[in-house]
């Protein structure tokens, strides 16, 4: 992973980004943006310094697989009470670097995102 990685979070819930985004702060090593929608998130990936995306699955515009296909081959990591598995864990998910479900706990959230796009980096 390099230095320093640049995550754009995706959740319509003002709360959840604003948990997320202190989450990934405090680990270091993070830049965080946030969008609060579908229609902001394609905005915000229009620039080539995001390197993952963390997005909820239902939105108010749109779901995961849209912001999927807008991020132009980054890794997509799904949080969302949809996502079946443990809590707090990262889980296989068809077509995304992971799933993480909710409840989740947001100190382990920035190394569970980091394990999920590890392969990834070790790719490039």
């Known amino acids: 992973m390099p230095a320093m990685t640049t995550i754009l979070v995706v959740d319509d819930d003002a ?12 680990a270091g090593g993070w830049t965080v943006i946030t969008a609060d929608s579908l229609d902001s998130a394609g905005r915000e990936l229009q620039s080539p310094i995001i390197d993952v995306v963390l997005t909820d699955n239902h939105l108010g515009d749109g779901s995961a697989a849209d912001v999927r296909d807008r991020a132009d081959g980054r890794p997509v990591v799904v949080v969302s009470g949809s996502v079946d598995g443990p809590t707090s864990t990262l889980v296989p998910l068809s077509g995304y670097a992971g799933g993480i479900s909710k409840p989740f706990n947001p100190l382990t959230l920035p190394a569970l995102v980091a394990s999920a796009i590890a392969p990834v980096w070790a790719q490039t």
Not at 17 to 24: D, E, N
């Open 15 to 26: 709360d959840v980004r604003s948990l997320i985004q202190v989450a990934f702060q405090l």
